[in-house]
């Protein structure tokens, strides 16, 4: 399985960073925004995001994604694409429904459906209340139709989705848009799940786009660039390493750019360790 490009390192995110933390992470998703364009052109306009397996941060990634997008001024459309667990609708702060689901299911039109977040900006379509097998309603070709409409509508796009693994949803969504990103967390992805998944959306001739990898690791601070910013707190500064970054402990079997190395500590192990990136 040929490994795409690898288009940034997100960082450990804190559920409350603090400021000085929070700017390199901030540059972690400039970087993405841009790697986008830089792989696809400059006529993207709609990326899936999806990822092996749940739990991978995938979710978070198309928040910070859009966001990033947004305040760099383009107008940007979030589509929650994940029928099955919805979660978005709670960060943009808008309804759970009407939403994708209804539309689909020809009981909404889209003006119903597309509303104004809280994030200036941006424009969101929540799931919706799922009635029907989701599998079903995205591979039907209404869906097919309404990427298009939204792309007139809008500079950028992007679809939360489910794990790639877990369910057919997001390779049926991977068909209509004009990349995808695989969201990879260097501290729960296996190696042999993120080829399986690799596998499965290259038989369904996605475009994907390349890999963004989470959770990885410490954040480099560089004073320097960040002099605006306040000192850590003396708190801050006496609390253990752990409760402020991920620490470099785990061993480091790695999926290089074209080929997979594996390391195994114990010969009797059957699961392919976890994958991190080269350093």
Same mark, same amino acid.
């Given at each position: 399985?040929?490994?795409?490009?690898?288009?940034?390192?997100?960082?450990?995110?804190?559920?409350?960073?603090?400021?000085?933390?929070?700017?390199?992470?901030?540059?972690?998703?400039?970087?993405?925004?841009?790697?986008?364009?830089?792989?696809?052109?400059?006529?993207?306009?709609?990326?899936?995001?999806?990822?092996?397996?749940?739990?991978?941060?995938?979710?978070?990634? !198309?928040?910070?994604? #859009?966001? *990033?997008? +947004?305040? @760099?001024?383009?107008?940007?459309?979030? %589509?929650?694409?994940?029928? /099955?667990?919805?979660?978005?609708?709670?960060?943009?702060?808008?309804?759970?429904?009407?939403?994708?689901?209804?539309?689909?299911?020809?009981?909404?039109?889209?003006?119903?459906?597309?509303?104004?977040?809280?994030?200036?900006?941006?424009?969101?379509?929540?799931?919706?209340?799922?009635?029907?097998?989701?599998?079903?309603?995205?591979?039907?070709?209404?869906?097919?139709?309404?990427?298009?409409?939204?792309?007139?509508?809008?500079?950028?796009?992007?679809?939360?989705?489910?794990?790639?693994?877990?369910?057919?949803?997001?390779?049926?969504?991977?068909?209509?848009?004009?990349?995808?990103?695989? !969201?990879?967390?260097? #501290?729960? *992805?296996? +190696?042999? @799940?993120?080829?399986?998944?690799?596998? %499965?959306?290259?038989?369904? /001739?996605?475009?994907?786009?390349?890999?963004?990898?989470?959770?990885?690791?410490?954040?480099?601070?560089?004073?320097?660039?960040?002099?605006?910013?306040?000192?850590?707190?003396?708190?801050?500064?006496t609390a253990p390493a752990a409760e402020i970054a991920v620490e470099e402990t785990r061993p480091a079997?790695?999926?290089?750019?074209?080929?997979?190395?594996?390391?195994?500590?114990?010969?009797?192990?059957?699961?392919?360790?976890?994958?991190?990136?080269?350093?």
């Amino acid at each position: 399985v040929e490994l795409p490009a690898w288009l940034a390192k997100i960082p450990f995110l804190k559920r409350k960073p603090n400021p000085f933390e929070d700017l390199p992470v901030a540059d972690a998703f400039l970087r993405l925004h841009v790697n986008l364009y830089k792989q696809a052109g400059a006529g993207l306009k709609c990326v899936l995001v999806t990822s092996p397996e749940p739990g991978e941060g995938k979710s978070v990634i !198309v928040k910070r994604l #859009a966001v *990033t997008a +947004a305040r @760099r001024g383009q107008r940007v459309i979030v %589509l929650d694409g994940d029928l /099955r667990l919805p979660k978005l609708h709670h960060f943009f702060e808008t309804r759970a429904a009407p939403g994708l689901n209804e539309f689909l299911m020809d009981q909404a039109r889209l003006e119903d459906i597309l509303v104004d977040s809280i994030q200036p900006g941006i424009q969101f379509i929540p799931a919706g209340s799922p009635e029907v097998d989701p599998a079903v309603l995205l591979s039907a070709d209404r869906i097919s139709r309404l990427i298009p409409e939204l792309k007139e509508r809008c500079d950028f796009m992007v679809i939360d989705s489910p794990a790639v693994l877990a369910v057919t949803d997001a390779i049926h969504l991977a068909t209509v848009v004009d990349g995808t990103l695989l !969201v990879v967390n260097r #501290a729960r *992805t296996r +190696a042999n @799940r993120l080829v399986e998944a690799l596998r %499965l959306l290259q038989t369904a /001739r996605a475009n994907l786009l390349g890999l963004a990898l989470t959770e990885a690791g410490q954040i480099k601070l560089y004073p320097y660039y960040y002099s605006s910013v306040p000192a850590a707190s003396a708190e801050e500064k006496t609390a253990p390493a752990a409760e402020i970054a991920v620490e470099e402990t785990r061993p480091a079997p790695f999926l290089a750019e074209g080929a997979i190395r594996v390391n195994r500590q114990d010969p009797k192990e059957e699961e392919t360790p976890f994958v991190v990136m080269p350093p």
